[in-house]
């Protein structure tokens, strides 16, 4: 029964450090601009771990959610990475991440832009964040 009880205590903490990252990278979502001038989404988050470690992650998850990687520094904790844009005849749109030291844990920051005449729905923009951040690891 203290193993079941345990098992219970465990995911349930788990769960909840989930949504308080899901919250965090919510609170932390902004989005400027217009349609013709552009657009910049940008959020925060702070997760545990080192910021090596931090970064390896979610260097990996960019990857795995289809960017290409264009330049990395684990040294300064940076990532840019591109996606095509539909019908955006060539057109680029870039991702930026930083992973920064935040006393016990890491700051991940990431900066999406979207050119004029491009654009991406706003949720699908945050969901694209948090899945990021979820899946990179937990929240200090």
């Known amino acids: 029964m203290h193993k079941m009880i345990l098992a219970t205590v465990l995911v349930a903490s788990a769960a909840f450090a989930q949504q308080s990252l899901a919250a965090q990278c919510d609170a932390n979502f902004t989005n400027e601009g217009s349609f013709f001038k552009g657009h910049t989404f940008k959020t925060t988050a702070t997760l545990k771990g080192a910021p090596n470690d931090v ?49 016990s844990g890491s700051k991940v ?32």
């Open 55 to 103: 970064f390896k992650a979610v260097y990996q998850q960019v990857v795995k959610e289809g960017w290409t990687i264009s330049q990395a520094d684990k040294e300064l904790g940076s990532i840019t990475a591109t996606q095509t844009v539909s019908y955006g005849n060539g057109k680029t749109a870039p991702l930026n991440a930083m992973v920064e030291s935040a006393g």
């Open 109 to 140: 920051s990431f900066v999406f832009q979207l050119s004029g005449g491009t654009s991406s729905p706003e949720e699908a923009v945050k969901k694209g964040f948090c899945t990021l951040l979820s899946t990179a690891g937990p929240e200090a």
